[in-house]
C-alpha cells in the first residue's frame, strides 16, 4: 500500500492494510493437497450395480463410487446423506438414491456426477429405474411411475407398497404388498408371479437372474424364488438366509447359515435342494447380481468381488475402511488409526496390541484405553510401542487436556485425572449417572473438568472439591462440545453447529464459526498445539471439510479439499504445521489424509 506525497491519509485508509498485523492473521495460510493412507477393514459398502460395460456403481457411506471393471475410482458424487436406495439405469448413464428422512429420490448422471432430477417421495419403501428411464416408486400410496425430466407422475397401482426393487435391465420389479411379494413387469404392472405367505411378508435382500425373468427374495425367514410365467417356489423354507442369486443353469447361489466360513451354497431353483457348497477364497461375498458375460458381483466385509460363479478366481476390488477414531505417533509424526473392532493400526499396518477402544492425541502425547487382564488400561503410544500407565478399571470414556500431560478417564458415575509425568491418579470427582455417555475437557492445568452430560445442563467441576459451577457461556446458549486452548480461550461448539468463542474471563463471545451438527462419529473440534488455530468439522451442499479458524480473529483463513466422510477425527502435528484427519478426499479412496500447512 502506498500513498503519494501530500496525499491527505484517512484512517479509515489504513485499517484494510493494518488488521491483519494488529489481529494476527496468518495472512497466505493455506492447506496442501494432503497425502492420502488406505486401510483395510470393514469398508461399509452398503449396495452395488454392475453397468454394461462391466463397470461398478456402489454406496459408501455418504458418497456414490463409480468405479472401472478393474476398480479405479473414476468419480465421486457425494450425496449428503448416507447413500441407500441405489439403482442404475438400464444404459448406466444415471444412478438414483433415496433420502429416506427428507422423503426424495435424486438421479445421477453418473458422467460428471450432476444431480439432474429431485423427486418427492414421502414414505417411500422402493424405488428403481424401469427400462426407459422413468423411475418407479413404491410407497403406502401405491406404485408410481415418474418421469424424471418433467417429474409427471402416474399411478399404475393404488394398493399399498412395501418394497420395490427394480431389476438391473429395468424390465421387472419384485414388489412387497403386506403378506404378499410379487415379480411384475414394468412396463403395465402386470404380475407375472407371485408367493402368499402364511403371515406378514417383509422383503430383504433380492438378486435377480441375468435376463431378470427369475429372482430370489427373502421373504420373511424364507427364500422364495419367483419366475415369470411360473408359480413360485420356496428354495430355503426356515434359516439365516441372506441372499440368493438365480443362475443361468436353474439353480440359485445362496449365502445362508454361518456367513464367517466364507460359504455359498449351490441350490435347485425348483425343489431347493442342496446341491453344492462353494468355499469363497478370502472371506464371505453376498451375492447382488449377474453380469452378461456370467460374472457375479459379490459385496464382503473389505469390498467388492467379480468373477465366475463361486468367486475361486474373482477380481477383489477393496474399499477403504471408516475409522472410528486416531492420532499421531508423537515420536514419528505417523498416522495412528484406530479400526472398527478395536484394531491399532500405524501408518497403516496393525500393531500387536490388545483391542483399543479409545485414542487421542493432544500435543506431543497420544493416550489410549487398551483391553486388559483386569479389564481396560490407560497406556501412552510412543515410537510404534503402547506402554502401560495404569489400570483404568472400568472407565469406558477418555480425554486429554490441550498439553497432552494429563488425562480424564471416567465410566457412569466417577472421573478420575492421570498425569503423564507419573502415572498416577491425581484427583477424582464422582457425579453418579452424570457421566457415562458425557462429554468431558479438561483445562489445560487439569484442574477443571468440563462436563456436558447426555441430559440436563453442563457445569464446570473443580477437581480440587467438587465444587461445580455454570458454564461461562452466554445466557442460553447450550453446549455439545467444548474445548481449550493452551491460552485460555474457550471453544463452544452448540447442538445446532455453531462454535463460539470466548476469551477467558469474558461471557460474550467475539466470534461464532458456522459448521456442521454435531453427530456421534465426528470429531470435535481441536486447538493447534500453538493455539493460533482452531480446525472445526463443517459441511455444506457440497459435502465435508474441516476449516481452520483463526484464534485471534475468529475469521476462517483455510479450509480443507471436499472430504468424503465427517471426520471420525483430527489430530494436528506438535509443531502446528500439519493436520490428520479421519475422513478420506472425495476423490480418493482413502481412510485417513494427512494435509501439510502452507504459508
Same mark, same amino acid.
Given at each position: 500500500?502506498?500513498?503519494?506525497?501530500?496525499?491527505?491519509?484517512?484512517?479509515?485508509?489504513?485499517?484494510?492494510?493494518?488488521?491483519?498485523?494488529?489481529?494476527?492473521?496468518?495472512?497466505?495460510?493455506?492447506?496442501?493437497?494432503?497425502?492420502?493412507?488406505?486401510?483395510?477393514?470393514?469398508?461399509?459398502?452398503?449396495?452395488?450395480?454392475?453397468?454394461?460395460?462391466?463397470?461398478?456403481?456402489?454406496?459408501?457411506?455418504?458418497?456414490?463410487?463409480?468405479?472401472?471393471?478393474? #476398480?479405479?475410482? =473414476?468419480?465421486?458424487?457425494?450425496?449428503?446423506?448416507?447413500?441407500?436406495?441405489?439403482?442404475?439405469?438400464?444404459?448406466?448413464?444415471?444412478?438414483?438414491?433415496?433420502?429416506?428422512?427428507?422423503?426424495?429420490?435424486?438421479?445421477?448422471?453418473?458422467?460428471?456426477?450432476?444431480?439432474? *432430477?429431485?423427486?418427492?417421495?414421502? !414414505?417411500?419403501?422402493?424405488?428403481?429405474?424401469?427400462?426407459?428411464?422413468?423411475?418407479?416408486?413404491?410407497?403406502?400410496?401405491?406404485?408410481?411411475?415418474?418421469?424424471?425430466?418433467?417429474? !409427471?407422475?402416474?399411478?399404475?397401482?393404488?394398493?399399498?407398497?412395501?418394497?420395490?426393487?427394480?431389476?438391473?435391465?429395468?424390465?421387472?420389479?419384485?414388489?412387497?404388498?403386506?403378506?404378499?411379494? !410379487? =415379480?411384475?413387469?414394468?412396463?403395465?404392472?402386470?404380475?407375472?408371479?407371485?408367493?402368499?405367505?402364511?403371515?406378514?411378508?417383509?422383503?430383504?435382500?433380492? #438378486?435377480?437372474?441375468?435376463?431378470?425373468?427369475?429372482?430370489?427374495?427373502?421373504?420373511?425367514?424364507?427364500?422364495?424364488?419367483?419366475?415369470?410365467?411360473?408359480?413360485?417356489?420356496?428354495?430355503?423354507?426356515?434359516?439365516?438366509?441372506?441372499?440368493?442369486?438365480?443362475?443361468?443353469?436353474?439353480?440359485?447361489?445362496?449365502?445362508?447359515?454361518?456367513?464367517?466360513?466364507?460359504?455359498?451354497?449351490?441350490?435347485?431353483?425348483?425343489? %431347493?435342494?442342496?446341491?453344492?457348497?462353494?468355499?469363497?477364497?478370502?472371506?464371505? =461375498?453376498?451375492?447382488?447380481?449377474?453380469?452378461?458375460?456370467?460374472?457375479?458381483?459379490?459385496?464382503?466385509?473389505?469390498?467388492?468381488?467379480? $468373477?465366475?460363479?463361486?468367486?475361486?478366481?474373482?477380481?477383489?476390488?477393496?474399499?477403504?475402511?471408516?475409522?472410528?477414531?486416531? %492420532?499421531?505417533?508423537?515420536?514419528?509424526?505417523?498416522?495412528?488409526?484406530? =479400526?472398527? #473392532?478395536?484394531?491399532?493400526?500405524?501408518?497403516?499396518?496393525?500393531?500387536?496390541?490388545?483391542?483399543?477402544?479409545?485414542?487421542?492425541?493432544?500435543?506431543?502425547?497420544?493416550?489410549?484405553?487398551?483391553?486388559?487382564?483386569?479389564?481396560?488400561?490407560?497406556?501412552?503410544?510412543?515410537?510404534?510401542?503402547?506402554?502401560?500407565?495404569?489400570?483404568?478399571?472400568?472407565?469406558?470414556?477418555?480425554?486429554?487436556?490441550?498439553?497432552?500431560?494429563?488425562?480424564?478417564?471416567?465410566?457412569?458415575?466417577?472421573?478420575?485425572?492421570?498425569?503423564?509425568?507419573?502415572?498416577?491418579?491425581?484427583?477424582?470427582?464422582?457425579?453418579?449417572?452424570?457421566?457415562?455417555?458425557?462429554?468431558?475437557?479438561?483445562?489445560?492445568?487439569?484442574?477443571?473438568?468440563?462436563?456436558?452430560?447426555?441430559?440436563?445442563?453442563?457445569?464446570?467441576?473443580?477437581?480440587?472439591?467438587?465444587?461445580?459451577?455454570?458454564?461461562?457461556?452466554?445466557? $442460553?446458549?447450550?453446549?455439545?462440545?467444548?474445548?481449550?486452548?493452551?491460552?485460555?480461550?474457550?471453544?463452544?461448539?452448540?447442538?445446532?453447529?455453531?462454535?463460539?468463542?470466548? !476469551?477467558? #474471563?469474558?461471557?460474550?463471545?467475539?466470534?461464532?464459526?458456522? *459448521?456442521?451438527?454435531?453427530?456421534?462419529?465426528?470429531?470435535?473440534?481441536?486447538?493447534?498445539?500453538?493455539?493460533?488455530?482452531?480446525?472445526?468439522?463443517?459441511?455444506?451442499?457440497?459435502?465435508?471439510?474441516?476449516?481452520?479458524?483463526?484464534?485471534?480473529?475468529?475469521?476462517?483463513?483455510?479450509?480443507?479439499?471436499?472430504?468424503?466422510?465427517?471426520?471420525?477425527?483430527?489430530?494436528?502435528?506438535?509443531?502446528?504445521?500439519?493436520?490428520?484427519? $479421519?475422513?478420506?478426499?472425495?476423490?480418493?479412496?482413502?481412510?485417513?489424509?494427512?494435509?501439510?500447512?502452507?504459508?
Amino acid at each position: 500500500m502506498t500513498f503519494r506525497l501530500g496525499t491527505p491519509i484517512r484512517p479509515a485508509a489504513l485499517l484494510p492494510a493494518l488488521l491483519p498485523a494488529l489481529l494476527g492473521t496468518a495472512a497466505g495460510l493455506g492447506i496442501g493437497p494432503g497425502s492420502g493412507l488406505n486401510l483395510s477393514g470393514p469398508s461399509g459398502v452398503t449396495e452395488a450395480r454392475l453397468t454394461p460395460d462391466e463397470g461398478i456403481v456402489a454406496c459408501l457411506a455418504e458418497r456414490l463410487l463409480v468405479l472401472t471393471p478393474s #476398480g479405479s475410482l =473414476l468419480r465421486a458424487v457425494p450425496t449428503g446423506t448416507p447413500c441407500a436406495g441405489l439403482s442404475v439405469s438400464a444404459d448406466g448413464r444415471s444412478a438414483l438414491t433415496r433420502d429416506d428422512a427428507a422423503g426424495t429420490v435424486t438421479v445421477w448422471r453418473l458422467a460428471d456426477g450432476t444431480a439432474t *432430477a429431485r423427486l418427492t417421495a414421502p !414414505q417411500a419403501t422402493g424405488a428403481g429405474f424401469a427400462a426407459d428411464g422413468a423411475v418407479l416408486i413404491g410407497s403406502p400410496r401405491g406404485l408410481e411411475r415418474v418421469d424424471p425430466a418433467s417429474a !409427471q407422475r402416474r399411478t399404475l397401482d393404488s394398493a399399498p407398497v412395501t418394497a420395490l426393487v427394480t431389476s438391473p435391465d429395468g424390465t421387472h420389479a419384485v414388489v412387497g404388498r403386506a403378506s404378499r411379494v !410379487q =415379480l411384475i413387469a414394468t412396463g403395465d404392472a402386470a404380475v407375472r408371479s407371485g408367493h402368499a405367505c402364511d403371515d406378514s411378508c417383509p422383503v430383504g435382500t433380492v #438378486g435377480f437372474s441375468a435376463d431378470s425373468r427369475s429372482a430370489a427374495v427373502q421373504a420373511g425367514s424364507q427364500l422364495v424364488a419367483l419366475r415369470a410365467g411360473f408359480p413360485s417356489t420356496v428354495v430355503v423354507r426356515e434359516g439365516r438366509t441372506l441372499a440368493g442369486l438365480p443362475q443361468r443353469d436353474g439353480s440359485v447361489l445362496t449365502l445362508e447359515g454361518d456367513t464367517r466360513t466364507g460359504e455359498v451354497v449351490r441350490r435347485d431353483l425348483l425343489t %431347493g435342494r442342496r446341491e453344492r457348497t462353494l468355499i469363497v477364497p478370502g472371506g464371505p =461375498l453376498r451375492p447382488i447380481q449377474s453380469s452378461a458375460t456370467g460374472d457375479m458381483l459379490g459385496i464382503g466385509a473389505a469390498g467388492l468381488a467379480v $468373477g465366475p460363479a463361486g468367486w475361486a478366481t474373482a477380481r477383489r476390488l477393496p474399499l477403504p475402511t471408516l475409522t472410528a477414531g486416531g %492420532g499421531t505417533d508423537p515420536a514419528t509424526g505417523q498416522p495412528a488409526a484406530l =479400526l472398527p #473392532g478395536g484394531t491399532l493400526t500405524l501408518a497403516g499396518a496393525p500393531l500387536t496390541t490388545p483391542p483399543v477402544t479409545a485414542l487421542q492425541t493432544m500435543n506431543r502425547a497420544t493416550w489410549l484405553l487398551v483391553t486388559g487382564s483386569g479389564g481396560l488400561n490407560l497406556a501412552q503410544l510412543d515410537a510404534g510401542k503402547v506402554r502401560t500407565v495404569t489400570p483404568a478399571g472400568n472407565a469406558t470414556h477418555l480425554s486429554v487436556n490441550h498439553w497432552g500431560n494429563a488425562a480424564a478417564i471416567w465410566n457412569d458415575d466417577r472421573l478420575s485425572v492421570v498425569s503423564q509425568k507419573t502415572g498416577k491418579v491425581t484427583a477424582t470427582l464422582s457425579a453418579p449417572g452424570q457421566l457415562g455417555a458425557a462429554r468431558v475437557t479438561l483445562s489445560p492445568d487439569a484442574t477443571r473438568a468440563f462436563i456436558l452430560p447426555a441430559q440436563g445442563e453442563g457445569f464446570v467441576a473443580l477437581l480440587a472439591n467438587g465444587k461445580r459451577f455454570g458454564l461461562p457461556t452466554a445466557p $442460553g446458549r447450550r453446549a455439545a462440545d467444548v474445548q481449550i486452548s493452551g491460552k485460555g480461550v474457550l471453544a463452544f461448539t452448540a447442538p445446532d453447529g455453531t462454535t463460539d468463542l470466548y !476469551q477467558p #474471563g469474558n461471557r460474550v463471545p467475539y466470534a461464532t464459526v458456522r *459448521a456442521a451438527p454435531p453427530i456421534r462419529t465426528l470429531s470435535p473440534a481441536r486447538f493447534s498445539p500453538d493455539s493460533t488455530l482452531l480446525a472445526v468439522p463443517a459441511r455444506d451442499e457440497r459435502g465435508w471439510r474441516v476449516d481452520l479458524v483463526n484464534t485471534a480473529t475468529g475469521r476462517v483463513d483455510a479450509r480443507t479439499p471436499a472430504l468424503a466422510d465427517p471426520p471420525s477425527f483430527i489430530t494436528w502435528a506438535a509443531d502446528s504445521r500439519a493436520l490428520t484427519v $479421519g475422513a478420506s478426499r472425495l476423490e480418493r479412496l482413502d481412510s485417513v489424509t494427512v494435509f501439510p500447512l502452507t504459508d
